[in-house]
């Protein structure tokens, strides 16, 4: 654990110090893709790859590969006309409170931005948090001159704290509900900063059943899926909760049946449910049955809720759950899912579909959302474009030259 540093009444440092957060000040941005972010993103990860407490969890070591060598200049190849791109100076994250390593990528980027970051943490105590701040302190011993590019720090809701940051950077970013960037936006920004929100919103899965029926892994389908799911008890934005199926009738139904047997096996064998989940899930269920046409699929246990319903609606996202809770959907044509591609719809998965063929289907539909269309099993794959927005342009500013 990393030793706790108090700062303000209601501030404590899990990563830097009050120091630290006087020197911030200071700091000079860096070009994107500096010399010096990508050697701290490799060490990280070489940390973070060998670390054996690390390796008991999928989504820190999964952000060790995101940050590679190999992976960074791959993501590098995107900017690398850009040479007269510089940070802004101090980037603000209010982190999730629902997604362990987010803030971690969300820092990350900034910094291959050119930035420093000072980092609300997620207000849940998730032991990835604990273990990551402990991989950044000990990387950042190695690069002793980037120590103030990064403050990681707790609090809860106060507002002159908020205030205080908000007022200290250049770019604020917010990952959270509407009821958290409204928070957030009471305190004022500098008049030059700029502000990135990412709010709640919804995805769906679209699955061709004769293609899923042809597929001879469907064990690895299922944990794709699972991946998608149930590693972030559907709490992540894009975790689908919408299951669309395309196919002749008798092919989808035994490709249900398939898909959601094996499915079962593994959230049976790896998924543990507690009772708030449970109830909260019939909740929904309820909730949705009294406003809709709806049907659920009988089953054995309650790990898998399965919801049918005959058509789509908009209005059926407000009716969303966790842990394992679906809204099933057989459609003729991809034309039918243009309910779902609200304002509010981040992520459309997709089991051997042709991504071309969802592409032009998606632009037909002139969608107001939509921001990634995905191969299932990497709904949760983090890219410098997220929510369509650029990261990397919209943390840094252009030294234009006439």
Aim: with cysteine.
């Amino acid at each position: 654990m990393i030793p706790m540093q108090q700062h303000f009444d209601s501030v404590t440092y899990a990563l830097g110090s009050a120091e630290i957060e006087v020197q911030m000040e200071r700091v000079c941005p860096l070009l994107v893709f500096s010399e010096e972010a990508c050697a701290f993103l490799s060490a990280l990860s070489a940390r973070i790859l060998k670390d054996a407490e690390a390796k008991a969890f999928p989504d820190v070591m999964t952000l060790g590969f995101w940050c590679r060598p190999a992976a960074l200049r791959q993501m590098y190849r995107v900017y690398e006309a850009e040479k007269n791109r510089i940070g802004r100076g101090i980037v603000f994250h209010i982190a999730p409170s629902n997604v362990a390593v987010n803030f971690a990528y969300s820092c990350l980027a900034a910094f291959l931005a050119g930035n420093a970051s000072i980092v609300r943490l997620p207000s849940k105590n998730f032991p990835q948090v604990d273990v990551l701040c402990r991989i950044f302190a000990e990387t950042l011993a190695e690069f002793p001159a980037l120590f103030p590019y990064f403050l990681f720090v707790r609090y809860g809701h106060v507002q002159e704290v908020n205030e205080h940051y908000s007022q200290m950077c250049q770019t604020r970013v917010v990952w959270g509900g509407d009821a958290t960037i409204d928070a957030i936006r009471r305190a004022p920004l500098a008049p030059r900063a700029n502000e990135i929100t990412f709010a709640d919103r919804h995805s769906l899965a679209v699955i061709d059943a004769p293609a899923y029926l042809a597929a001879e892994d469907k064990e690895r389908i299922a944990q794709d899926f699972y991946n998608d799911t149930y590693l972030s008890d559907q709490n992540a934005c894009t975790a689908p909760h919408f299951v669309v199926w395309l196919g002749a009738a008798e092919k989808v139904k035994a490709a249900q049946e398939l898909f959601w047997r094996t499915l079962h096996a593994l959230v049976k064998d790896r998924y543990t449910m507690q009772a708030v989940q449970a109830v909260d899930k019939l909740t929904q269920l309820y909730r949705l049955g009294a406003c809709f046409e709806v049907r659920q699929v009988p089953a054995e246990d309650n790990l898998i809720t399965r919801v049918r319903v005959a058509k789509l609606t908009e209005e059926m996202t407000a009716y969303r759950a966790g842990s394992g809770f679906f809204i099933e959907y057989v459609a003729q044509e991809l034309a039918e899912i243009r309910p779902l591609c609200s304002i509010s719809c981040q992520t459309l998965s997709y089991y051997v579909v042709e991504w071309e063929t969802l592409l032009r289907a998606v632009l037909a539909m002139r969608p107001a959302g939509v921001d990634r269309i995905v191969p299932m099993g990497r709904t949760m794959d983090f890219t410098l474009v997220w929510d369509g927005v650029d990261l990397i342009r919209t943390m840094s500013r252009v030294v234009q030259v006439i």
